[in-house]
């Protein structure tokens, strides 16, 4: 099973944003060492317990203290932003880094002031085509467009080798885009449980082959899903504490409140959060996947069996960072990746 991470740039409690950003490439050292395949970074704005809100910064960041893991996006969010300067600015990543960069593109809102603040046209309430958006960005990567068309008078003059392209997302619409422009499709099963099977299933029937160097010949699936690895189900447990608070505060209207530690989790919560278990041929995620090093492999080899997928990717908001880096440490060991594992 080929593994990977997105990084959030989570600030823990009694640090800085500027700690949370030098966590973030310790993070991108320690698992390009465990033999994770790639690390993206998130793309959040006017969270104070999230401090990654420009990916490409911290990809340029990371991939110039790493050497051999991929660094992406995850996502950039296609909606806000012109598909031309997107292109120019992760073709530029991958010129520095040449076949390390992925540029993976969703939408989403961030918040109705910051969805204004990011509109470069304040005289209305705006809101982009986004299939017209991703099919803009596979132009300028792939310099496509008709000889008529004005934008290719002035390509990106991508060479050799340009990003490699991901749709990601957790509705319908992100799976029928990467399908009909045969992209690479990476599906939040963290958001959008009860939907990851058919939509999946949709992007697979729906899949045509890419004509360009931005896509792919035939489908290609990764999930991204919570999890948090420990030595024993109980400390896991204790480290999903805190995105428990993120949540409840989030269903209380409470949206930019810092994350607490995993005992001042617990404290609030009262005692440990339960954790559900993958239910195996169901296809459906659960929220959280928190075990020791045997639960997790079960659970995760399970969910790749069932819903065919090529590659998942972990995301997770733990506010111990020593915790955090062990629980790479015991994924990397349980799933065999190619590891320097210190006891």
């Known amino acids: 099973m080929e593994l990977s991470i997105v990084d959030l740039a989570t600030v823990l409690p009694g640090e800085t944003r500027h700690d949370a950003l030098m966590h973030s490439i310790e993070v991108a050292q320690h698992v390009e060492r465990l033999g994770f395949k790639r690390i993206w970074f998130a793309e ?29 996006s ?17 073709c530029t990543l991958n010129e520095l880094h040449p076949g390390r960069i992925d540029l993976g ?25 986004s299939d017209q958006q991703v099919l803009e960005l596979t132009a300028w990567l792939d310099n496509s467009f008709p000889d008529e068309h004005p934008f290719s008078k002035s390509p990106v003059h991508t060479d050799d080798s340009i990003p490699e392209l991901h749709i990601l997302g957790s509705s319908p619409w992100s799976a ?50 919570h999890v948090v690895c420990a030595d024993t189900e109980d400390e896991a447990r204790k480290q999903i504490g805190p995105v428990n608070i993120m949540y409840n505060n989030l ?10 530690s995993p005992d001042e989790a617990i404290k609030e919560l009262g005692g440990l959060p339960k954790v559900e278990k993958y239910v195996a041929g169901t296809g459906i995620p659960p929220k959280f996947i928190a075990g020791t090093p045997k639960q997790v492999h079960e659970q ?15 995301q997770d908001m733990m506010t111990d960072h020593k915790a955090r880096m062990r629980s790479y440490e015991l994924m990397a060991k349980t799933f065999g990746l190619k590891y320097t594992f210190n006891q």
């Open 300 to 314: 995760l080899t399970q969910l790749e069996k069932d819903l065919g997928v090529d590659e998942i990717i972990i």
């Open 74 to 90: 995850g996502s950039v969010l296609l909606n806000h932003y012109s598909p031309f300067k997107v292109a120019e600015t992760f």
């Open 176 to 225: 029928s885009a990467a399908a009909h422009l045969g992209l690479r499709y990476v599906f939040a099963g963290f958001i959008n449980q009860k939907g990851t099977k058919d939509i999946l299933k949709s992007y697979r029937e729906k899949f045509k082959p890419s004509k360009g160097q931005s896509g792919i010949k035939s489908p290609q699936v990764t999930l991204a899903v």
């Open 251 to 260: 269903s209380k209207g409470i949206l930019d409140a810092k994350l607490p």
């Open 44 to 72: 959040h704005h006017g969270s104070a317990s999230i401090a990654g809100r420009v990916p490409e910064v911290l990809i340029a960041a990371v991939a110039a203290k790493t050497s051999t893991i991929r660094v992406g």
């Open 105 to 129: 593109a969703g939408r989403a809102t961030t918040g109705p002031v910051n969805d204004f603040a990011l509109q470069q046209d304040r005289s209305k309430q705006f809101r982009a085509d």
